[in-house]
């Protein structure tokens, strides 16, 4: 999982969801758009943040472990057992 880059900036995060209320979407393999990285950040619990490509990862993740999505990288979250956790977007700061 590579790190968050220093030249992006946090543009938006979704609501707070738990393991009752994720979107059926985050647990699907998905992608972020072109230039837009996620933060996942669990608030309480955990979760598996899985890595499709280009080779397969599995990141457990926990409070003070967030999870870096680059753009455009096939991903899913998989959820364990209770867990409070939001996702940030970032982007460039010539984007934003």
Not at 13 to 37: I, K
Not at 84 to 93: A, G, N, P, Q
């Amino acid at each position: 999982m590579k790190p968050l880059p220093a030249n992006v900036v946090l543009y938006k995060t979704t609501p707070e969801f738990n393991h009752e209320s994720v979107p059926a979407g985050l647990q699907r393999n998905h992608t972020t758009a072109a230039g837009v990285w996620g933060r996942i950040v669990v608030h309480e619990g955990s979760l598996r943040y899985v890595i499709e490509e280009p080779e397969f990862e599995e990141h457990l993740l926990g409070p003070g472990n967030a999870g870096i999505v680059e753009p455009q990288v096939a991903h899913h979250v998989a959820i364990d057992g209770p867990v409070r956790f939001c996702v940030e977007f970032h982007r460039s700061m010539q984007s934003a």
